[in-house]
């Protein structure tokens, strides 16, 4: 808020800044035990090209140059949490598939449902 006070056309600011889609928190329901599994065998299968920059601090992280992909594994229940973002819908709708299909190797019955919050 301080940045936008300084500037004098707040609306303009606001208009200016990159434009974004990406899914809700989307969750694959599991056995208990099993999320942290299938995240170290989608870490162990994730290959992307080299577009693709691959971060595993909290589960997979998958980002290109126009967007981000994301799967871990739930603290809390257990669930994999996935969620897609892309700069475009075009974009959004290439990250989602490429990650779904390696959600599909590593769990073939997945069934993706919204987040519970």
Do not use: Y
């Not at 992280?61 to 126009?66: E, G, H, K, S, T």
């Not at 996935?82 to 779904?100: K, N, P, S, V, Y």
């Not at 959600?103 to 993706?112: E, F, S, T």
């Amino acid at each position: 808020l301080e940045i936008v006070s300084q500037v004098a056309d707040a609306n303009r600011m606001l208009d200016e800044l990159p434009t974004s889609f990406s899914t809700p928190e989307l969750n694959v329901a599991c056995a208990e035990g099993e999320a942290p599994e299938l995240v170290r065998q989608a870490v162990a299968l994730a290959d992307f090209g080299t577009q693709a920059a691959v971060s595993t601090i909290d589960g997979l992280r998958v980002d290109w140059p126009d967007g981000f992909g994301l799967m871990r594994s739930s603290n809390t229940t257990p669930v994999l949490v996935l969620r897609f973002e892309g700069h475009t819908e075009a974009a959004l709708a290439r990250i989602q598939q490429a990650m779904l299909a390696l959600l599909a190797q590593v769990k073939p019955d997945a069934r993706i449902g919204a987040s519970a919050h």
